[in-house]
């Protein structure tokens, strides 16, 4: 009972978020679960709650695709996609991701995560100035107001930073001239103001 009262206080949250045809949509589900719930049917009420949530999840993760920037020139780039991940990736979470390419081959890899454990760690992880000493795990550079990890390898490159404690943002660089730089770039260009509408 417990159970299906969180993915009832959930899924309004979300609902919330919603456009109107959506919210209709999963209005019906959520309705639908109230009333197994009303007749005591608790299992099959958890089903259509948790299944609503999931697509309301989806349709999240799909928005999360407006922050990637456009190619810059000389790039193309494949059509974001979103995720509603399980716990089998990034121990769970909302995520989107852009892949970039060039003309000599080089690819740059944007994601964006959210709502996900792994999130702690890496806050951890830029908190603490031991775990950068000798430079090994990259160094502290500023992103957008925001702290970031920068690992350069030449022509490879990663690039991690932490949006308000709670959102992810990796960029990954490979056979790219100048990689650390070129991530630094296209993570210059992300639309933090609308990440932030998204995920607040």
């Not at 949530?53 to 407006?66: H, M």
Request: aromatic share 6%; glycine share 10%.
């Amino acid at each position: 009972m417990k159970r299906a009262i969180t993915c009832i206080s959930c899924l309004l949250l979300l609902l919330s978020l919603a456009g109107p045809a959506l919210a209709d949509e999963i209005s019906d589900q959520l309705n639908q679960g109230m009333k197994f719930y009303k007749d005591g049917k608790i299992s099959q009420a958890i089903g259509e709650i948790e299944f609503a949530l999931a697509q309301l999840k989806q349709k999240k993760a799909e928005a999360l695709g407006q922050i990637f920037p456009e190619p810059p020139s000389g790039w193309t780039a494949e059509k974001a996609e979103g995720q509603a991940a399980g716990g089998a990736m990034f121990g769970g979470g909302i995520s989107a991701s852009r892949n970039y390419k060039n003309s000599s081959r080089g690819q740059v890899k944007i994601q964006v995560i959210s709502d996900s454990p792994l999130i702690q760690s890496v806050a951890m992880m830029l908190s603490n100035p031991m775990f950068l000493q000798g430079g090994k795990q990259g160094k502290l550079v500023r992103f957008q107001g925001h702290k970031a990890l920068l690992k350069d390898q030449g022509d490879r490159a990663e690039f991690q930073a932490l949006i308000d404690n709670k959102v992810l943002v990796q960029l990954n660089a490979r056979g790219v001239q100048n990689a650390a730089q070129v991530v630094q770039d296209f993570a210059g260009k992300l639309d933090l103001a609308k990440l932030k509408e998204l995920t607040q």
